[in-house]
Protein backbone atom coordinates (compact mmCIF):
# COMPACT_ATOMS: atom_id res chain seq x y z
CA UNK A 1 0.00 0.00 0.00
CA UNK A 2 1.14 3.20 -0.97
CA UNK A 3 1.65 5.79 1.62
CA UNK A 4 2.32 9.28 0.92
CA UNK A 5 3.93 11.83 3.77
CA UNK A 6 4.56 15.50 2.89
CA UNK A 7 6.67 17.75 4.78
CA UNK A 8 8.64 21.37 4.39
CA UNK A 9 5.60 23.60 5.15
CA UNK A 10 5.69 26.06 7.63
CA UNK A 11 5.57 29.84 7.98
CA UNK A 12 7.17 32.02 5.31
CA UNK A 13 7.34 35.87 4.87
CA UNK A 14 5.43 37.34 1.20
CA UNK A 15 8.34 36.97 -1.23
CA UNK A 16 9.91 34.33 0.19
CA UNK A 17 10.43 30.54 -0.81
CA UNK A 18 9.53 26.89 0.35
CA UNK A 19 10.36 23.49 -0.88
CA UNK A 20 8.15 20.62 -0.04
CA UNK A 21 9.01 17.04 -0.27
CA UNK A 22 6.96 14.14 -0.57
CA UNK A 23 8.28 11.03 0.33
CA UNK A 24 6.35 7.69 -0.71
CA UNK A 25 6.89 4.07 1.44
CA UNK A 26 4.93 0.89 0.57
CA UNK A 27 6.14 0.98 -2.75
CA UNK A 28 8.19 3.01 -5.52
CA UNK A 29 6.81 5.66 -7.39
CA UNK A 30 7.45 4.71 -10.89
CA UNK A 31 4.03 3.34 -11.98
CA UNK A 32 2.89 6.72 -10.70
CA UNK A 33 2.00 10.13 -11.62
CA UNK A 34 2.13 12.45 -9.03
CA UNK A 35 0.25 15.64 -7.91
CA UNK A 36 0.62 18.52 -5.68
CA UNK A 37 -2.82 20.20 -4.45
CA UNK A 38 -3.47 23.09 -1.94
CA UNK A 39 -6.69 23.68 -0.55
CA UNK A 40 -6.94 27.19 1.69
CA UNK A 41 -10.02 27.31 4.27
CA UNK A 42 -13.79 27.77 2.86
CA UNK A 43 -12.37 27.35 -0.60
CA UNK A 44 -12.18 23.98 -3.10
CA UNK A 45 -9.59 22.03 -3.42
CA UNK A 46 -6.86 23.20 -6.10
CA UNK A 47 -4.80 21.51 -8.37
CA UNK A 48 -1.36 23.23 -8.50
CA UNK A 49 0.85 20.85 -10.77
CA UNK A 50 1.50 17.32 -12.10
CA UNK A 51 4.30 15.19 -13.38
CA UNK A 52 4.15 11.90 -14.78
CA UNK A 53 5.62 9.11 -14.03
CA UNK A 54 8.93 9.13 -16.34
CA UNK A 55 9.41 13.35 -14.76
CA UNK A 56 9.34 14.06 -18.42
CA UNK A 57 5.81 15.96 -18.68
CA UNK A 58 4.76 18.68 -16.47
CA UNK A 59 1.55 20.79 -16.10
CA UNK A 60 0.89 23.48 -13.72
CA UNK A 61 -1.96 25.81 -12.94
CA UNK A 62 -2.31 29.20 -14.24
CA UNK A 63 -1.94 30.43 -10.64
CA UNK A 64 1.05 28.90 -9.79
CA UNK A 65 2.95 29.06 -13.39
CA UNK A 66 6.38 30.44 -13.02
CA UNK A 67 6.78 30.46 -9.41
CA UNK A 68 6.30 26.84 -8.33
CA UNK A 69 8.23 23.65 -10.06
CA UNK A 70 7.36 20.04 -9.62
CA UNK A 71 10.09 17.55 -9.79
CA UNK A 72 10.60 13.98 -8.65
CA UNK A 73 13.66 11.91 -7.67
CA UNK A 74 12.97 8.36 -7.95
CA UNK A 75 16.54 7.14 -6.12
CA UNK A 76 14.49 8.88 -3.09
CA UNK A 77 10.89 7.92 -4.17
CA UNK A 78 10.13 11.26 -3.52
CA UNK A 79 9.06 14.70 -5.06
CA UNK A 80 9.22 17.96 -4.44
CA UNK A 81 7.41 20.96 -4.92
CA UNK A 82 9.80 24.54 -5.08
CA UNK A 83 7.87 27.61 -4.48
CA UNK A 84 9.09 31.14 -4.84
CA UNK A 85 7.68 34.79 -4.51
CA UNK A 86 4.97 33.52 -2.44
CA UNK A 87 2.16 35.37 -1.56
CA UNK A 88 -0.13 35.52 1.35
CA UNK A 89 -2.94 34.02 -0.95
CA UNK A 90 -0.81 30.69 -0.94
CA UNK A 91 -1.47 30.19 2.35
CA UNK A 92 -3.36 26.63 2.59
CA UNK A 93 -3.03 22.69 3.76
CA UNK A 94 -0.74 21.62 0.70
CA UNK A 95 -1.02 17.54 0.02
CA UNK A 96 0.69 15.44 -2.21
CA UNK A 97 -0.86 12.80 -4.37
CA UNK A 98 -0.78 9.29 -6.68
CA UNK A 99 -2.06 7.97 -9.69
CA UNK A 100 -1.02 5.34 -11.07
CA UNK A 101 -1.61 6.10 -14.84
CA UNK A 102 0.55 4.92 -18.61
CA UNK A 103 1.03 8.51 -19.48
CA UNK A 104 0.74 11.87 -19.11
CA UNK A 105 -0.77 13.33 -15.43
CA UNK A 106 -3.78 15.67 -14.86
CA UNK A 107 -4.75 18.30 -11.89
CA UNK A 108 -7.89 19.24 -11.65
CA UNK A 109 -9.63 19.03 -8.73
CA UNK A 110 -7.56 15.59 -8.11
CA UNK A 111 -10.30 13.30 -8.28
CA UNK A 112 -9.01 10.65 -10.00
CA UNK A 113 -5.82 10.00 -7.92
CA UNK A 114 -5.78 7.19 -5.81
CA UNK A 115 -3.33 7.89 -2.79
CA UNK A 116 -3.21 11.36 -0.75
CA UNK A 117 -0.96 12.40 1.60
CA UNK A 118 -2.07 14.37 5.26
CA UNK A 119 -0.82 17.55 4.48
CA UNK A 120 1.15 20.18 5.22
CA UNK A 121 0.68 23.72 6.12
CA UNK A 122 1.85 26.79 4.20
CA UNK A 123 1.27 30.10 6.04
CA UNK A 124 2.17 33.11 3.60
CA UNK A 125 2.46 36.34 6.18
CA UNK A 126 4.91 39.20 7.54
Known amino acids: QLQLVESGGGLVQPGGSLRLSCAAS????????MGWFRQAPGKEREGLSC????????NYADSVKGRFRISRDEAKNTVYLEMKSLQPEDTAVYYC???????????????????WGQGTQVTVSS
Open 97 to 115: AAEQRSWGCTIGHGTTYDY
Open 26 to 33: GTTLDRYA
Open 51 to 58: IDKRGGNT
